[in-house]
């Protein structure tokens, strides 16, 4: 009898297993358990094993944080930014943990050993790569951040697990923040991406540079000015730009097709004044596009449960009418 009581309760172990693993299938098919939840503190995430060496980088470094913050309190890490959903975050994190579990290189240095020494401030700059299909198309995505701090976990991080789903390679660059340096990263970032594309097994044709706020005016000054203007010799021109919420006005006449978002309730950056730089660019025969969404502030990111929410398909259908 206590045989067959042991049969009974090892069988019923099991198929709990089974179930929560089941419960638990990533899109490649395999079985994981999430490790961090809401609750986690950023400490854990940051010295995580799993991401030695670039932990710190996935939450900003020019900002100071807590030691018993969480992930659902980090919010308070993104000034300026507004609808920051902490269940995304624990999706990145995890998303993240998963990848680089796997055995796969979820994070690049951009610059060499040598330059990192010579400028230890390039120690916390790099890419994180959220892989899409072989040999698929890339996008880079910047981050905003005042040039105070980088917010990719509002701005960059979402942005690229998105595309990543849908097929796309997509890279979020950690940059220094500063105007200038951050343009030198964009610019070296685009020149690694370009020179190690074999190991990356992407397709270089037809990229997109996206950005928030900052990011957004990075994504378009490398539209204009090429990566030759920061330092790096000349690569291919991204064949699109996708800005968000960036009071930036100039028109040069090179830029690349150009998409834009924004709130009307914008109190940074102007969406009148990013509707007349959609109108000059359009003016001079290059195809360019705005949304405005009525009510919403600066720093909406992917717009989750608002009247944004969807707008990254419009972008990324945007991107993908100028792919050759």
């Not at 670039?54 to 939450?59: A, C, D, R």
């Not at 000034?79 to 624990?90: G, R």
């Not at 790569?129 to 910047?142: D, P, Q, T, V, W």
């Not at 390679?169 to 200038?180: E, H, M, S, V």
């Amino acid at each position: 009898m206590k045989k067959i009581k042991s049969i009974i309760l090892v069988g019923m172990l099991l198929m709990m297993v089974v179930g929560c693993e089941h419960s638990n299938t990533n899109s490649e098919g395999r079985y994981h358990m999430n490790t961090f939840t809401k609750n986690t503190k950023v400490y854990d995430v940051i010295n995580n094993t799993s991401f030695k060496g670039y932990g710190k980088l996935i939450f900003p470094v020019d900002r100071k944080i807590d030691k018993d913050m969480t992930l659902d309190e980090s919010k308070s890490l993104y000034i300026w930014y507004n609808y920051i959903n902490s269940n995304k975050t624990v999706e990145i994190v995890n998303y993240m943990k998963q990848q680089a579990d796997s055995k796969k290189q979820i994070f690049y240095n951009i610059y060499t050993e040598e330059e990192m020494r010579a400028d230890p401030e390039k120690r916390n700059t790099g890419l994180f790569y959220f892989r899409g299909k072989e040999n698929a198309k890339f996008a880079i995505l910047n981050a905003g951040g005042g040039f105070m701090y980088v917010g990719a976990m509002q701005d960059s991080f979402p942005h690229a697990l998105e595309l990543s789903k849908k097929g796309y390679n997509a890279f979020a660059l950690i940059y220094r923040p500063d105007a200038n340096k951050a343009m030198e990263d964009l610019a070296r970032a685009v020149a690694f991406i370009h020179e190690n594309k074999n190991q990356l097994k992407i397709d270089v044709t037809s990229y997109s540079v996206w950005g928030g706020s900052a990011g957004g005016r990075m994504a378009a000054w490398l539209g204009d000015y090429g990566t030759e203007s920061f330092g790096e010799k000349a690569y291919p021109r991204p064949s699109t730009v996708i800005v968000q919420y960036t009071g930036l006005s100039e028109v040069t006449g090179n830029e690349p097709p150009t998409y834009a978002c924004v709130g009307t309730a914008d109190y940074i950056a102007d969406d009148q004044v990013m509707e007349n730089r959609i109108n000059k660019i359009k003016s001079n025969g290059t195809d360019a596009q705005i949304e405005k969404f009525k009510g919403l502030p600066h720093g909406f990111g992917l717009g989750e449960g608002t009247k944004a929410e969807g707008w990254i398909n419009h972008a990324i259908q945007f991107w993908e009418k100028h792919m050759n």
